[in-house]
C-alpha cells in the first residue's frame, strides 16, 4: 500500500512539474506548434510507431525460425506461469501451472552488449552478417516504435504532458548515447 502511495505522490509530482516546466518562456510557443500542426505529426509519429512494430516483430520472428527450438511441453508451462504471475487476483499466483492436452510454441533467445553492438558497426558486420542485421533490424525497429508511441502521446497531450515527455524521451537519449560511448 505504501508503495502505490509513493507511486502516486512521485505521478502528482512529475504533472505539477511538467505544468510549471510548460509556461516556462519558450515552451508554450513549442507547444502551440505542435497543436496547430497536429495531423502532420500524427501521420509521422504513427507511421514511425507502425514501421517501428513490423521491423521489430519481423527481427523476433526470424530470430524464432532461425533458431527453430521446439518448447517443450515444460517450457509451456513456465510461460504459462509467467505470464500469470503478474495477473490479479492473489489466487491466480498461487494455484499451479498445468497446461493440459498438446502444447507447442516456438522459442528463441538473443543477447549482445552496446560493445558488441558498437563493435559490428565499425567492421561492417550489420551488412554482411546475418545475425548483425536482424539485431540491428529489432533494434532500429524497437527504437522507432518507442519514438512513435512517445511522439503520439506528445502530440496528443497537454501541455504538461508534453513537458514531461519531452523530458523523458530526452533522458532515455541521453542514456543511450552515453551507454553507447562508453561501450
Known sequence: ?????????????????????????????????????????????????????????????DLIMAQDRTLTHQGAEDVERSVRLAAQPVAWRTTSYRVWGRATGREGSDEFT?????????????????????RFITATGAALLTIGLFGIAFTLGPSPIKAIIGAVMLYACAMLARGFWRA
Open 114 to 134: 552496446f560493445r558488441e553492438m558498437k563493435q559490428a558497426w565499425r567492421r561492417g558486420a550489420w551488412y554482411r552478417e546475418t545475425v548483425w542485421r536482424r
Open 1 to 61: 500500500m505504501m508503495q502505490w502511495i509513493k507511486m502516486l505522490g512521485l505521478a502528482f509530482a512529475a504533472i505539477v512539474v511538467g505544468a510549471v516546466i510548460s509556461e516556462i518562456p519558450p515552451f508554450p510557443g513549442w507547444f502551440k506548434m505542435v497543436d496547430a500542426y497536429q495531423t502532420p505529426w500524427l501521420v509521422a509519429t504513427g507511421s514511425s510507431a507502425v514501421l517501428g512494430f513490423a521491423l521489430m516483430m519481423g527481427g523476433i520472428l
